[in-house]
């Protein structure tokens, strides 16, 4: 059972960062419903690793105790919280962002959450270089959109499109150049920064969770290298940035213009280049998807796109008019459970309903099962935009952190990003699915699908 032993080490630090083992584990369960441990060292990690994934484990445990349940990581209780109401008890707005956190003990960066100034002063930076770095760099999204118009424009009807292939590439794009900027108009930079990004995010998703990359001599020496060339190019590129003034904002300027010190900048800028690259080309994946499936939505949205700009151009203050639009971003990333699980540490003894969660206590948020959680979202398998409709609807999103002020940079960025390519993309095609095709899902840090994702499309004029 030592692949388990080693699961149960690094997937803690994945979720809540190398603090949580200084502690002493209870073996108490405070009373809190779920199941005893299946191993006395592993605790519960065989039935995860049995469900798939601890996304699936999650439905099945909440389908059995409720929204309140404890199981076992090694030795350590775990609660999951899966119901709007008892996260609603939970959450504290002046954490950091869980999958910064995430990502940040993965990579073993610094994992402390700091005090409640530091991460609200951290909050205000994040969003004023997304806001300023998808401002300047609009004319570059637009021109990367039209690009991919142009390519899919050149395809005869018939032939079927790797969307997950083009969807990667497009985001791979965007993103670097309007978070690291002009170094990555050479394509083969790109190229070089995709291939690396690919071997660690691999790792991030398996090696470290299923303990094989210690195993693996080889395959640690790749995952190293990579992460380092990836530092390398970031720290050349916070250099050059330092103290000089360029035509172009991108969002590493927000981070170097900031209170922060080298090793911050260069952890931030990682860590906000791998989750903007995977969310956004995820987003964009699953929005077309969910397009090519209901013909309904695709000509609803195509309506609103045609009434906002008409035959003019595409511009950030129109984007803004797209309501529909947005509302149909907020349902892809209900409906696909973009990002399925976060996590807190409980840093002082706390209630719920009537449990008691001891301090020291993993607690996870498990936003797949809450994004689906019937008494919350009527025909919660349905994919309708216009829930979205509903103020109230969006609160309950904003209060699981996928909108308003409680929403993750890397989200509100690939929201922008997305939006901009479906307007220059439904405006021009149809977007069409491919006939018995079946796509099925994978629950990691974000939700993605099995195999490649092929679709059709075809001209409106």
Not at 347 to 370: H, M, Q, S
Request: hydrophobic share 40%; aromatic share 10%.
């Amino acid at each position: 059972m030592l692949d388990f032993a080693i699961f149960a080490v690094t997937f803690l630090l994945a979720l809540v960062g190398a603090v949580l083992y200084l502690y002493p584990a209870s073996r108490q369960a405070a009373g809190i419903p779920g199941i005893t441990p299946t191993e006395e060292k592993d605790g519960n990690l065989p039935d995860i690793v049995n469900s798939g994934s601890l996304h699936e484990f999650l439905v099945n445990l909440h389908e059995r105790y409720g929204p309140v349940v404890s199981f076992w990581f090694g030795r350590r209780l775990v609660v999951s919280l899966g119901s709007v109401d008892v996260l609603k008890q939970h959450i504290n707005p002046n954490k950091t962002y869980p999958f910064e956190t995430m990502l940040k003990s993965l990579l073993r960066y610094q994992s402390d959450s700091g005090n409640v100034s530091e991460n609200l002063m951290r909050k205000k930076m994040y969003e004023n270089g997304v806001t300023n770095s998808l401002r300047s760099n609009f004319a570059l999204l637009l021109k990367l959109s039209e690009e991919l118009l142009d390519k899919w424009l050149s395809y005869p009807e018939s032939q079927h499109v790797p969307l997950c292939q083009h969807m990667l590439g497009f985001a791979m794009k965007s993103v670097t150049q309007m978070v690291m900027g002009s170094t990555f108009e050479d394509e083969q930079e790109v190229i070089r920064f995709q291939k690396n990004h690919g071997t660690v995010w691999s790792e991030i998703g398996k090696g470290f969770l299923d303990g094989s990359l210690d195993k693996s001599t080889t395959r640690k020496k790749q995952y190293e290298d990579a992460l380092m060339q990836l530092e390398s190019i970031l720290k050349k590129i916070i250099k050059e940035r330092k103290g000089r003034n360029f035509s172009e904002h991108i969002f590493i300027d927000s981070l170097v213009q900031g209170d922060l010190n080298d090793q911050q900048i260069l952890e931030d800028s990682m860590i906000f280049s791998l989750a903007s690259c995977i969310i956004t080309a995820k987003l964009c994946t699953w929005a077309v998807c969910f397009l090519t499936t209901y013909e309904e939505v695709q000509r609803k949205l195509y309506e609103e796109i045609d009434q906002v700009f008409g035959k003019g151009p595409v511009t950030p203050e129109n984007i803004e008019e797209l309501r529909y639009c947005r509302q149909v971003l907020c349902e892809t990333v209900r409906t696909a459970r973009l990002t399925p699980v976060s996590a807190r540490l409980q840093d002082i003894e706390g209630k719920i309903d009537k449990f008691i969660i001891p301090r020291e206590t993993l607690v996870l948020y498990a936003l797949g099962v809450v994004l689906q959680d019937p008494s919350t979202w009527p025909s919660p398998y349905k994919f309708d935009p216009e829930r979205f409709d509903d103020e109230s609807v969006m609160k309950t999103f904003s209060l699981l952190g996928f909108s308003g002020t409680q929403e993750c940079p890397e989200l509100r960025f690939a929201y922008m990003v997305t939006s901009v390519l479906l307007s220059v993309l439904v405006r021009r095609l149809h977007l069409l699915s491919v006939e018995g095709q079946v796509i099925e899902t994978k629950y990691e840090l974000v939700t993605s699908s099995k195999e490649e994702a092929w679709i059709t499309v075809s001209k409106r004029y």
